[in-house]
């Protein structure tokens, strides 16, 4: 079950290269939960980027997946979340519904690529994320055919429903999804330190596939961002080496000392 603070890193490959966003649920509860689901059920995966208009967005989440219940989950709507206190600004990079009215929000996302006006108004447009990495990535998506008809030359979305020919064939230097991969933050699980009582130290387990090596530690902190990671060099194979140090020199002290006092006794 999400938590009122669970984010969501989605990975996404596409034709123009890869980015990643970061899902708030904070934000916007309903909308994080459907969008965040339909990334990881792949619903996204291999659909075009149909909408693509510089100084403003690129929009997307017409799906051609085979997978029917799939389709009726995304056609259904959600309600409309509260706008978040305080407001969050559209800059480049938010992520936000594509709606035609309250309550109207099903699978249609976009990217914002500027701080437009006309942007956040009303409730259905609540962001819910942003990019992070790659937005390089995102302005480069092919934008040459503008905006749908009748402002400029762009798909009729209509018809992308029935299938990838109709781009393909006729809007063919559009971009795509390749694959997208979520993780969210309850999914990463670190264990609570451990004490030792025979050395006194505390053991971690790697309960972090992938995230954790020999030599880092990856750590969650808040930012403006809503995640930064900070990697810092590994401090208990350190600790141990130096408990050991001091309790061997400890032990040569102990023995010395108590080879002079027999000596001094023979004297005696």
């Not at 942007?119 to 992070?132: D, F, Q, S, Y």
Request: charged share 25%; proline share 7%.
């Amino acid at each position: 079950m999400s938590t009122e603070d669970e984010t969501a890193m989605v990975h996404c490959s596409t034709t123009a290269g890869e980015f990643k966003m970061l899902m708030h649920r904070e934000w916007s509860p309903n909308g994080y939960d459907r969008a965040v689901e339909l990334f990881d059920r792949g619903f996204y995966d291999g659909s075009h980027f149909f909408r693509v208009v510089p100084r403003f967005l690129v929009q997307f989440g017409i799906s051609y997946t085979a997978d029917l219940e799939l389709k009726r989950f995304a056609r259904g709507t959600i309600p409309d979340d509260p706008k978040h206190d305080p407001p969050i600004n559209f800059r480049e990079g938010i992520v936000s519904y594509a709606g035609s009215g309250p309550n109207s929000r099903s699978s249609q996302l976009f990217i914002s690529y500027g701080s437009a006006p006309s942007l956040g108004r009303e409730l259905w447009e609540t962001p819910i994320g942003e990019v992070v990495e790659g937005i390089q990535s995102v302005r480069s998506l092919y934008s040459g055919y503008g905006d749908m008809p009748p402002w400029g030359k762009g798909p009729v979305q209509g018809k992308i429903h029935a299938g990838p020919e109709y781009i393909l064939e006729s809007y063919p230097k559009l971009d795509s999804f390749q694959k997208c991969s979520v993780k969210r933050s309850t999914d990463i699980d670190i264990p609570p330190p451990v004490e030792d009582d025979k050395k006194n130290v505390l053991v971690l387990n790697n309960a972090l596939e992938g995230e954790l090596d020999s030599n880092k530690m990856k750590s969650r902190l808040g930012s403006p961002s809503g995640i930064e990671y900070i990697s810092q060099p590994s401090t208990i194979s350190m600790g141990l080496g130096l408990l050991a140090f001091l309790a061997m020199t400890f032990l040569i002290f102990t023995i010395l000392q108590k080879r002079h006092k027999k000596d001094d006794n023979k004297k005696v």
